[in-house]
T-cell receptor, first 109, second 113 residues
Framework: AQRVTQPEKLLSVFKGAPVELKCNYSYSGSPELFWYVQYSRQRLQLLLRHISRESIKGFTADLNKGETSFHLKKPFAQEEDSAMYYCALKSIGANNLFFGTGTRLTVIP | DAGVIQSPRHEVTEMGQEVTLRCKPISGHNSLFWYRQTMMRGLELLIYFNNNVPIDDSGMPEDRFSAKMPNASFSTLKIQPSEPRDSAVYFC???????????FGQGTRLTVV
């Protein structure tokens, strides 16, 4: 069975400081990994996906199959990054998306 | 397109009452998902449909929960009878296909008193 773990429910960093939101997964097959973000009063939306290998809003995430991790990183946090972040997993070829419990990031000005 | 539309946005009901949550997916999307969001468990997948057919309902907590998708443009999630522990935000999402991004509605905040 698939499982996504986000060990931190809350994370606070100062503006300009690096930020890392942790995500670990367990899945026997080949997963697709995603990060979704929910800003205050907005819909949950896709931030990035591992197959794209792109940087969105300064965020990057690398899939580490050895450590079964997909941590989200940004070198310099901004106040507008404050939001709820969810790591999600989908098995390749399937459509159901499984989420972790989420991490609320607060960037302190 | 207005995106995924959910109604109502807020629902307060008494324990034991029937609750029906509604979702209109994005036109052309063939997959639809219902999620429940709580502080303790985060986002839990309840059920998902592909081409109006329920594919995986293993996340539906109890027989009190049921979901239908009578056509490609409408789905309902029903709780009967409702209980206080059902209080949560319920999200509907749709996707155009396998491997594609899921688009979420704004959610329905359900409070059962």
């Amino acid at each position: 069975a698939q499982r996504v773990t986000q060990p931190e429910k809350l994370l606070s960093v100062f503006k300009g400081a690096p930020v890392e939101l942790k995500c670990n997964y367990s899945y026997s097959g080949s997963p697709e990994l995603f990060w979704y973000v929910q800003y205050s009063r907005q819909r949950l939306q896709l931030l990035l996906r591992h197959i794209s290998r792109e940087s969105i809003k300064g965020f990057t995430a690398d899939l580490n199959k050895g450590e079964t991790s997909f941590h989200l990183k940004k070198p310099f946090a901004q106040e507008e990054d404050s939001a709820m972040y969810y790591c999600a997993l989908k098995s390749i070829g399937a459509n159901n998306l499984f989420f972790g419990t989420g991490t609320r990031l607060t960037v302190i000005p | 397109d207005a995106g995924v539309i959910q109604s109502p946005r807020h629902e307060v009901t008494e324990m034991g009452q029937e609750v029906t949550l509604r979702c209109k997916p994005i036109s052309g999307h063939n997959s639809l998902f219902w999620y429940r969001q709580t502080m303790m468990r985060g986002l839990e997948l309840l059920i998902y449909f592909n081409n109006n057919v329920p594919i995986d309902d293993s996340g539906m907590p109890e027989d009190r929960f049921s979901a239908k998708m009578p056509n490609a443009s409408f789905s309902t999630l029903k709780i009967q009878p409702s209980e206080p522990r059902d209080s949560a935000v319920y999200f509907c999402a749709s996707s155009p296909g396998t491997g594609a991004e899921a688009f979420f509605g704004q959610g329905t905040r359900l409070t059962v008193v």
